[in-house]
């Protein structure tokens, strides 16, 4: 590899194992053991990759003894294959992560597959009529949750699958469970229905909002709750007295929201940065107090967004298929693919070393972090 190839060389052609799928990447989990990364398309597919990496770059660094610079190699080999499965439906198809290592995948034929980190798919968990559309797993309560877009059932992996009675007929085609396990959050066609789970199903409350939610995403704590909607920005909701509020004023629908756990803070995409406050200020009624400036502003939408699960970072994937991790609370950022496709899904794994990256143009990969560069 001569000087100019190498001084062209990104920080995601260094860090990250990257895998070609024939069609756009929908969205991608973790395993809850952190083993394994599933990828879904929109062809129906999912593929699997294994998290360990037989080139770390810790392997690959180099510090001179002159000038004390540190540089580090390109990979010598290509990464292990993905491995992929038949379609499970004719677009993209949900998943989570299940038990302890494992994905659930919801079928076009009404079923709830457990996809082993090994490709391997077992006997349905849940059997429901029409295709699953949404789905849900709680550890906690060792409890799925499935929606075929009319109706949700609970079941606990026995065959005993539970219909959801709602007064309401209408369509409930997003699901998330707190993460205790003991509510459950439905978004419905212009609102949320909260749900206690705990022994028979029981409705809490129901949400009116602006939109229809298509992303659900509670605080670690349970306390709160924060939907992106079709259009109109994003809804915030207090569960402690059923408060909601919508934070509008986006320029692109808001696809993600996600929590940050070390800087109790809200973030958001759909803007030409990232979007974020503290919730010592929640942004309720305008309030603008507890706005967080990190990055930089630009010309591109941010697509998504993911918080890191231990540090005071945040990774932003744009829709010209730029990626950064940066500061929260700080324009400092780090660059780590500067152009590509849009990207459509981002993902730090449980131990914050390794971030998995999806992209319109199929492309699947995982970036792996040295642990001395986020200190």
């Not at 400036?293 to 699960?309: C, D, I, S």
């Not at 829709?319 to 496709?341: C, F, M, T, Y």
Request: charge should be negative.
């Amino acid at each position: 590899m001569n000087q100019q190839t190498m001084q062209n060389l990104t920080l995601f052609d260094l860090l990250a194992r990257s895998w070609q799928r024939p069609s756009a990447i929908a969205d991608l989990r973790f395993s809850a053991d952190g083993l394994a990364v599933a990828f879904t398309s929109v062809d129906g597919t999912v593929a699997i990759a294994a998290v360990a990496d037989h080139e770390p770059p810790e392997s690959r660094i180099r510090v001179s003894n002159d000038l004390g610079q540190t540089t580090i190699r390109p990979r010598e080999k290509p990464p292990v294959p993905l491995i992929a499965t038949a379609a499970f439906g004719d677009g993209d198809v949900p998943l989570c992560a299940h038990a302890h290592s494992g994905f659930l995948v919801g079928a076009a034929s009404g079923e709830a597959l457990h996809l082993t980190a090994g490709g391997e798919v077992a006997e349905p968990l849940v059997r429901i009529d029409g295709p699953i559309i949404a789905i849900d797993y709680s550890a906690r309560a060792t409890l799925t949750a499935a929606g075929n877009g009319k109706d949700v059932f609970l079941s606990s992996g026995q065959g005993d699958a539970v219909k959801l009675k709602h007064a309401t007929t209408s369509s409930m085609d997003a699901l998330a469970f707190s993460p205790d396990g003991r509510r459950l959050a439905c978004g419905l066609d212009e609102g949320l229905s909260i749900w206690s789970v705990e022994g028979d199903a029981a409705l809490i409350r129901d949400i009116s909002l602006s939109s229809r939610p298509v992303s659900i995403r509670w605080s670690g704590d349970g306390s709160w709750l924060a939907c992106g909607l079709e259009t109109g920005g994003f809804a915030l909701i207090s569960l402690a007295d059923g408060r909601a509020d919508i934070v509008a004023g986006f320029p692109s629908p808001v696809r993600t929201v996600c929590w940050s756990p070390s800087t109790n803070a809200l973030f958001a995409s759909g803007a030409f940065r990232i979007a974020g406050w503290s919730m010592t200020a929640p942004p309720f009624g305008g309030e603008t107090s507890g706005a967080l400036e990190t990055g930089r502003a630009g010309l591109v939408l941010v697509e998504t967004v993911a918080a890191h699960p231990e540090k005071k970072l945040i990774a932003a994937g744009y829709a010209n298929g730029r990626i950064i991790v940066a500061q929260i609370g700080s324009r400092d950022e780090l660059l780590v693919r500067p152009l590509g496709s849009a990207v459509t899904a981002l993902a730090w794994s449980g131990d914050g070393r390794h971030l998995a990256i999806g992209s319109v143009d199929g492309t699947a990969a995982i970036a792996t972090f040295p642990a001395q560069m986020f200190k």
